[in-house]
């Protein structure tokens, strides 16, 4: 399976700190991409990254990739109680237009 | 603003009784998915069209089908429902023309679906 892993499962942060999440897949791939998911809501993309590239920033998102090791981190600086949601990230499949999620990480930021 | 829509927002109906959950886009785009998400899960594939062509994932049960009319719509009928396919529905877009691996997918704002 080329499902990605994530952890931690859940995360909970003060308001002003920041958050890491980190994602693992297992076979090669073209690029990797994070979403957003507000509750009860569809998924929002946020940040792809090819795998050329080692780190990827978006404003308060910054993202790496290590093809060596197969994984991913998402890092949210100066977090909002906003940022609340779950995390997801999502590798393309090798042949067709599929994509495979991870589990997801939920992210509670305390205000 | 080019979007996903999909109607109704949440879906109430009976075990056993036929139901169906639409998805309209904006995009113009040529591959349109639903995914099923269950409570702190991340979407399972269901089936996706890349233009007309349906493409079924090997575990979905025969009970869920769909329909693409036209390039905008796409349907999704579950023919039986039972207690287990309470979930919420999420329909999404992707751009399949530009060829090579696939990059963003565009989410509608789900169907969350209630069986009694």
Known sequence: SQQGEEDPQALSIQEGENATMNCSYKTSINNLQWYRQNSGRGLVHLILIRSNEREKHSGRLRVTLDTSKKSSSLLITASRAADTASYFCATPMEYGNKLVFGAGTILRVKS | ?116
């Open chain 2, 1 to 116: 603003d080019a979007m996903v829509i999909q109607n109704p927002r949440y879906q109430v109906t009976q075990f056993g009784k036929p139901v169906t959950l639409s998805c309209s886009q904006t995009l113009n785009h040529n591959v349109m998915y639903w995914y099923q998400q269950k409570s702190s899960q991340a979407p399972k594939l269901l089936f996706h069209y890349y233009d007309k062509d349906f493409n079924n994932e090997a575990d979905t049960p025969d009970n869920f089908q769909s329909r693409r009319p036209n390039t905008s719509f796409c349907f999704l009928d579950i023919r039986s429902p039972g207690l287990g396919d309470a979930a919420m529905y999420l329909c999404a877009t992707s751009d399949g023309t530009s060829g090579g691996a696939l990059e963003t997918q565009y989410f509608g704002p789900g169907t969350r679906l209630l069986v009694l």
